[in-house]
């Protein structure tokens, strides 16, 4: 074999002991070979006992049909960087035979391998189109994503959307005018949409037994007191449940429950007590959990909303009851005439919205929320307050709440807050889509229907009976 093929340079053994001497005469002669012709830009081979540098030969195509030939890398070098010619070198050799093979890994969706310094990322030696594809979604949503509503989003957003609709064919068609779906036309009267009769007949034995626990005892109150704000948070959560939540129905029910009963018990300064470890235990059941797919922390938000709404605004009926027990001046109708006048006024309120509202609202208070809802119902709503208030007073009806100027300013109060206690009822309900939150009282709906117009009142009442202080005039 014929040494000059390699050029003058030397030998294909680059060793002294092997070069070709003129007077070798041990070396027989062998038929010439063919010979290989390089050109002058791919350079030098490098030498068989240098380090391989794992570089893969790349066309240059701005030449005609030449190659070019990668500068050497050691393959020792930990570093898997790009030459400048944005080339990716240092692949191992898996990954160098790996580029000749006609399969390529086919990659789930759940499979989101990390990029390492010893496997790089899927896509890092792509096009950049091609490396900025979206991942495929996920076919199913397991869990409350933060952002969302399970309760349901496809909601109209407007009332005109609501109002007009395409069915299949392509027609267009309006409901009618008996669909409960329905919007009522602008400048209609509101249906109040109860069985009156059944409602009347209801509410009186409601007020029966109300008035009959103030007079036995105070503490017979705070029972039904607590038995109502049980049966409300029973109803809330049962029906978030349905709409996709996963509540912590157990702490929930139990802080509304306790929320009265430790007011009345140890004031004020156990409210804090009762709202902090209802949150640990609400947040306690979910850490047990096994993963995040609970939702965590959607699901201990609707958790403690009741727990605030229900329960604490709630409590403050055990409160005013502690007027009855406690205090500079104490009697033992100062808790019992507050709660009394105060359910009076809340329910004379809403007796003069409804009816007023039915015969002659025009204008609706908040539309998005509740269209049945008036400004003409809530103005009929406040004069009737302070009529049946002034009434009450004067008629003495009870010993504590006797000064015109202290009714007026309780009028005032029950005036703003039940209304906006109602509204606030409404608008849970339409994020939720139902209309009643239960169904345990015939012709109200269920207790939270009820009772909504008390929750933000009962606060409110409670810090202007400590400010006014009736009991002392």
């Known amino acids: 074999m014929s040494d000059d093929m390699w050029g003058d340079s030397g030998s294909l053994f680059d060793g002294p002991e092997r070069r070709r001497s003129g007077d070798d005469s041990n070396t027989e002669e062998q038929p010439a070979a063919p010979t290989f012709s390089f050109d002058d830009e791919s350079g ?3 030498h068989w006992t240098e380090a391989p540098s794992g570089g893969m030969p790349r066309r240059n195509e701005s030449s005609e049909d030449t190659e070019e ?32 093979t006609a399969e390529q890994p086919v990659w789930q969706p759940s499979d989101t391998p990390e990029p390492t310094r010893e496997s790089p990322s899927i896509g890092a030696f792509d096009e950049p189109a091609q490396a900025s594809a979206p991942a495929p979604a996920s076919t199913e949503q397991n869990r409350i994503v933060i952002g969302t509503d399970p309760s349901g989003m496809d909601r109209p957003s407007s009332a005109a959307q609501a109002a007009v609709r395409e069915d299949s064919g392509g027609t267009r068609r309006r409901p009618s005018a008996k669909s409960k779906s329905g919007v009522p036309r602008p400048g209609a009267p509101a249906s ?49 449940t349905e709409k996709g939540y996963r509540p912590a129905v157990v702490p929930g029910i139990v802080a509304c429950v306790v929320a009265p009963l430790a007011a009345y018990w140890q004031g004020d300064g156990a409210l804090p007590l009762v709202i902090v470890f209802a949150f640990i235990a609400t947040a306690g059941t979910y ?22 709404w229900i329960g604490l605004a709630g409590a403050y009926a055990g409160l005013i009851l502690r007027f009855s027990t406690s205090g500079e001046v104490l ?11 105060l359910a009076l006024a809340v329910v004379a309120n809403d007796v003069g919205a409804l009816f007023v509202g039915a015969a002659a ?36 009806w009870n010993t504590t709440w006797d000064s015109t100027g202290d009714l007026l300013l309780l009028a005032l109060v029950v ?46 009442v409670y810090y202007l009976t400590l400010i006014l202080e009736p009991w002392a005039g």
Do not use: C, Q
């Open 192 to 240: 109040s949409g109860r069985d009156m009769p059944v409602a009347t007949a209801v509410g009186i034995l409601l007020v029966a037994i109300f008035v009959g626990t103030l007079v036995y005892r105070p503490w017979a109150a705070l029972v039904l007191v607590a038995v109502v704000l049980g049966l409300a948070a029973v109803e809330f959560y049962d029906k978030v």
């Open 287 to 308: 850490i047990g959990a096994r993963s995040v797919d609970i939702g965590p922390l959607p699901n201990v938000s609707i958790t403690t909303l009741p727990i605030v």
């Open 361 to 396: 609202g025009r204008t609706p208070l908040r539309s998005w929320i509740s269209p049945g809802k008036t400004v003409e119902g809530f103005i009929g709503g406040a004069l009737l307050t302070i009529v049946v208030l002034i009434v009450a007073g004067i008629g003495g």
């Open 44 to 46: 030098p081979l490098p």
């Open 415 to 460: 005036s703003i807050f039940a209304p906006m206690g109602d509204l606030v009822e409404s608008m849970f309900k339409r994020n939720l889509g139902v209309k009643d939150f239960g169904s345990l009282v015939k012709g109200h709906g269920g207790v939270l229907d009820r009772f909504d117009g008390f929750l933000l009142t009962l606060p409110v």
């Open 331 to 341: 009697r033992a109708d100062n808790g019992t005439d507050t709660l009394f006048m």
């Open 69 to 100: 030939r990668l500068p050497v890398r050691s393959f020792d070098d930990d570093d898997l960087g790009i030459l400048d010619d944005d080339v990716p070198t240092g692949r191992s050799e898996d990954d160098l035979w790996a580029t000749f």
